[in-house]
């Protein structure tokens, strides 16, 4: 079969698919080629991975119940996954692009995804998920956008500004694995980012000339949509623009109780929308500013990252001192006190046409209970590795979800504790066993000193309750049951704990995780395992056809001879084929 032929099928398989899964709803697709290049961020010219030539990559930019077809040509030296974290994968785990449930593309292979950002709205972003890659870039923004006939509960604003903030070393992500693998410790990173592009230089001594620095440029009197991701390896930062508040509008999918912040910590892997007016006058340029938190200020001055805000009409730079970060290096309480301060938007319509507080999920009853613990990294079997309940997560040679559907035994265990192991801790394959329309209780205790954020494929969580010191079952009467905040990422405070409560409705493997990078690469993370009892194609959708098999599985992988084809067609050709194809399919469809 020839090459030309054998992506024709590719095509009218990917359309098919598509068309019969939701056939009313539009198509979007993006071609997305992950390569290599060199850039200097901080000065220092390094290995960065860039989607499509740019660093970062290009937004991808949807509307609520959108079919996405995102076509990923990995140009790398390594294998590749790109996990869209947040987007829910609603039925079809088999697209959430972490190790759990995909085979990672090889190395000069494409891959499609399929999936439906179905019921959702809110800002989110993608990355790759695999050998600490993110480290070296290959993020960009994800946007579901309301259906024109729900309201968003704001005015329109007059543009949308996606801004990427993280902390960022001049080390390759490769070297940075091997320290890791070592059993050494990342150390303090050489600078924060902001776009891709180091600091503006505010001062001197601390910037170096020649460093390329993000300018936004707005129009004074108007209002903007700013779109502000984490996407470092570990560090909390503090967001803030200089004499501008942040009105805090929506996070990771669910619309806030608007209110004002001067600054926002936003943690490792978190995402927010502020609605930002441009009405200070234009004598000068404005600083942008994420600066680490929780850190000794004197020595970590110098990881700063600074852009600039420039109106239209602006009459000079910005200089001066940068405005500064609440001074509470000591004293956690205020950070803590600012997360309990977002709340849900209960009379605000989501991505359906009813309030978003009508899910009343203070009154639903608990089905199980998980109290998940980590504490510093320890040596198991001689190597330095993270934990969640005294289990360090190891990754298996075949996809947990792909061991499940081709009935594989002995690829895990379906025995992750309930309460953190008493005696040593181990390093398997254990994953939670959850009940499909089960609603669980997890409490996040974090009993390390850096602070950390958990992440949950799949789903939205509702954050309850979070405090200092052990959980303990006295703990649930501090709980927020009407308006907590429903999120994909939340914060753990070092020696506190976060109490998050989970509706197990979307059949699946799904990952839950420390989106701190170190700990993350060296295993605590673990899967929820939710199966619907009753085989239906409605509540999972079939296995994808151009499923990637690995490990076990690996004889079952053809070898790939789309790719030449694929790659010598350009992104509006590919846009109109599958567009003649859908139409083909109606065609058929309705004879």
């Known amino acids: 079969m020839s090459s030309s032929t054998t992506l024709f099928f590719f095509l009218v398989n990917v359309s098919l698919l598509l068309t019969l899964s939701s056939a009313a709803d539009p198509f979007v697709y993006y071609d997305f080629e992950v390569s290599y290049i060199t850039a200097s961020p901080l000065g220092v010219p390094q ?29 790398l030296d390594e294998s590749l996954l790109i996990h869209w974290s947040g987007i829910q994968q609603r039925r079809s785990s088999w697209q959430d692009g972490v190790l759990g449930t995909n085979c990672p593309i090889p190395s000069k292979w494409n891959w499609t995804y399929q999936f439906q950002v179905k019921d959702q709205i809110g800002s989110f972003f993608y990355f790759p998920s695999l050998h600490l890659q993110r480290a070296a870039g290959g993020f960009g923004g994800f946007i579901v956008n309301n259906r024109p006939i729900i309201p968003i509960p704001f005015d329109t604003p007059y543009g949308d500004i996606v801004v990427f903030i993280g902390d960022w070393y001049t080390r390759n992500h490769t070297d940075m694995r091997k320290a890791l693998d070592d059993g050494k410790e990342l150390g303090m990173p050489d600078g924060v980012l902001i776009n891709g592009k180091g600091p503006y230089r505010y001062n001197d001594t601390l910037v170096p000339d020649g460093i390329d620095y993000e300018t936004i440029e707005v129009h004074p009197g108007k209002t903007y949509r700013l779109r502000v991701h984490n996407v470092g390896v570990s560090t909390s930062l503090n967001f803030r623009i200089q004499s501008h508040n942040l009105l805090l509008a929506e996070t990771e999918g669910s619309y806030t109780v608007q209110q004002n912040y001067t600054s926002l910590d936003i943690h490792v892997g978190q995402s927010y929308s502020f609605l930002v007016t441009m009405d200070q006058n ?25 852009a600039i805000l420039r ?11 940068l405005p500064p970060a609440p001074d509470d290096q000591f004293d956690k309480t205020y950070s803590m006190n600012q997360a309990r301060s977002i709340r849900w938007n209960v009379s605000a319509s989501g991505a359906r046409p009813n309030p978003q507080g009508s899910f009343r999920y ?8 998980y109290v998940l613990k980590n504490k510093l990294p320890e040596k198991i079997n ?15 040679s075949t996809p947990i979800r792909l061991a499940d559907q081709y009935k594989l035994k002995g690829v895990y265990k379906l025995d992750f504790p ?47 309750g979070m405090d200092y010191g052990d959980w303990s079952e006295n703990s649930r009467g501090t709980y927020n049951k009407w308006d907590g905040i429903a999120r994909t990422t939340a914060q753990v405070y070092p020696g506190a704990w976060t109490a998050i409560l989970v509706s197990l409705d979307n059949v699946g493997v ?19 395992r939710v199966v619907n009892p009753e085989v239906t194609n409605k509540t999972e959708l079939p296995i994808p056809d151009n499923a990637l098999f690995c490990g076990a599985l690996s004889k079952l992988q053809k070898p ?32």
């Not at 340029?285 to 990252?305: H, K, L, P």
């Not at 001689?382 to 298996?396: D, L």
């Open 418 to 464: 309930s309460k953190p192991i008493t005696g040593p801790s181990r390093a398997e394959t254990s994953i939670i066993n959850g009940t499909y329309r089960g609603f669980m209780e997890v409490i996040l205790q974090n009993n390390d000193t850096k602070m950390h954020t958990y992440h949950m494929s799949g789903y939205a969580f509702f954050v309850v």
């Open 362 to 369: 203070g009154s639903i009853n608990v089905t199980e209970i």
């Open 47 to 75: 290995q960065v991975i860039a989607v499509n030539n740019k660093f970062p990559g290009p937004t991808i930019n949807v509307t609520t119940n959108n079919n996405v077809a995102v076509n990923v040509r990995n140009k």
């Open 560 to 591: 790939q001879v789309i790719a030449s084809a694929a790659s010598s067609i350009n992104g509006n050709t590919l846009k109109l084929l599958f567009t003649w194809l859908i139409v083909c399919a109606w065609i058929h469809i309705f004879q």
């Open 510 to 528: 799904w990952n839950l995780r420390t989106e701190n990078l170190d700990s993350w690469y060296l295993g605590q993370e673990t899967y929820v």
């Open 382 to 396: 001689g190597k330095r590795r993270a934990t969640v309940s005294g289990i360090s997560f190891v990754n298996p």
């Open 311 to 321: 109106y239209t009409n602006s009459k000079g730079k910005a200089h001066g001192p």
């Open 282 to 306: 234009a004598s000068t340029d404005y600083y942008i500013v994420a600066s680490a938190r929780f850190v000794n200020e004197s020595r970590w001055q110098r990881v700063t990252g600074v």
